[in-house]
């Protein structure tokens, strides 16, 4: 467990650090599992065609969610990150990582990223799925 986290993070002794993200997390509580999220608004409603922008716009959507089972972002202990062009997601990590401190803080939890030919709704360009753990004494 961490300041930053009520879950322990899971790093075998003599890996390299994991940037970002962490290998692995043991939780224990009540589970909370999100579908999938887009970058519009609550009114369904995109305000930006920006990569960072919706995945500011995703991660807010996936609190706001977490939120009406008394969740905080340092309850979330997996994200799945879907994204239509990996050179534009690479290409913006420098505003992605400030989008995501700004919305998660600097809780790194479990996750994948992986590109896919097109999500259903067709402006979007990024959707995350996320898991979280409220612990009991939450």
Not at 19 to 46: C, D, P, S, T
Not at 68 to 92: F, M, P, Q
């Given at each position: 467990m961490?300041?930053?986290?009520?879950h322990?993070?899971?790093?075998?002794?003599?890996?390299k650090?994991?940037?970002?993200?962490?290998?692995?997390?043991?939780?224990r509580?009540?589970?909370?599992?999100?579908?999938?999220?887009i970058?519009?608004?609550?009114?369904q409603?995109?305000?930006?065609?920006?990569?960072?922008?919706?995945v500011?716009?995703?991660?807010?959507?996936?609190?706001?969610?977490?939120?009406?089972?008394g969740?905080r972002a340092e309850?979330?202990?997996?994200?799945?990150?879907?994204?239509?062009?990996k050179?534009?997601?690479?290409?913006s990590?420098?505003?992605?990582g400030s989008?995501?401190?700004?919305?998660?803080g600097?809780?790194?939890?479990?996750?994948?990223?992986?590109?896919v030919v097109?999500l259903?709704?067709?402006?979007?360009?990024?959707e995350?799925?996320a898991?979280a753990?409220?612990?009991?004494?939450?």
């Amino acid at each position: 467990m961490s300041e930053l986290s009520p879950h322990e993070f899971l790093h075998p002794s003599g890996w390299k650090a994991a940037a970002g993200y962490a290998n692995g997390v043991a939780a224990r509580g009540k589970m909370v599992f999100l579908g999938g999220h887009i970058g519009w608004n609550g009114q369904q409603e995109f305000e930006t065609d920006d990569l960072a922008g919706q995945v500011r716009q995703t991660l807010q959507n996936i609190l706001d969610v977490l939120a009406c089972a008394g969740g905080r972002a340092e309850h979330i202990v997996r994200l799945t990150w879907y994204v239509t062009d990996k050179k534009e997601y690479l290409s913006s990590l420098r505003e992605i990582g400030s989008a995501y401190r700004d919305t998660l803080g600097k809780h790194f939890p479990a996750m994948a990223l992986v590109q896919v030919v097109a999500l259903v709704e067709d402006r979007a360009k990024v959707e995350i799925e996320a898991t979280a753990v409220i612990p009991d004494e939450a």
